[in-house]
């Protein structure tokens, strides 16, 4: 059974950082590309970054192109999203998800605010 589970959301002052997890199982996680998403209040679900099964590529919304860094190790089946220079629009539930043989999984979600 694919699971996708995140951790490490929290409340933090604007300026401040987070690094997110996402650790899998079920699949072999180092044959899928994993991307982040997030849902902010009253928007839709946009991605935040992704990268690729080997960790040698990644991508990002250009909002967090220069703040936001993807890393995995897949060793531990773990994803890793660090989060620096927290602004409160980037207050959201932060959710990761990866396609495994066709099918989009998504974890539970880890809620993130900052504020001050």
């Known amino acids: 059974q694919v699971q996708l589970v995140e951790s490490g959301g929290g409340l933090v002052q604007p300026g401040g950082s987070l690094r997110l997890s996402c650790v899998a199982s079920?699949?072999?996680?180092?044959?899928?590309?994993i991307s982040w998403f997030r849902r902010a209040p009253g928007k839709e679900r946009e991605l935040v970054a992704a990268?690729?099964?080997?960790?040698?590529?990644?991508n990002y919304a250009d909002s967090m192109k220069c703040r936001f860094t993807i890393s995995r190790d897949n060793a531990k089946n773990t994803v890793y999203l660090q989060m620096n220079t927290l602004k409160p629009e980037d207050t959201a539930v932060y959710y990761c998800?990866?396609?495994?043989?066709?099918?989009?999984?998504w974890g539970q979600g880890t809620q993130v605010t900052v504020s001050s």
């Open positions: 998800n990866a396609k495994v043989y066709g099918l989009v999984y």
């Open positions: 079920g699949f072999t996680f180092s044959r899928s590309a």
């Open positions: 990268i690729t099964n080997t960790g040698g590529s990644a």
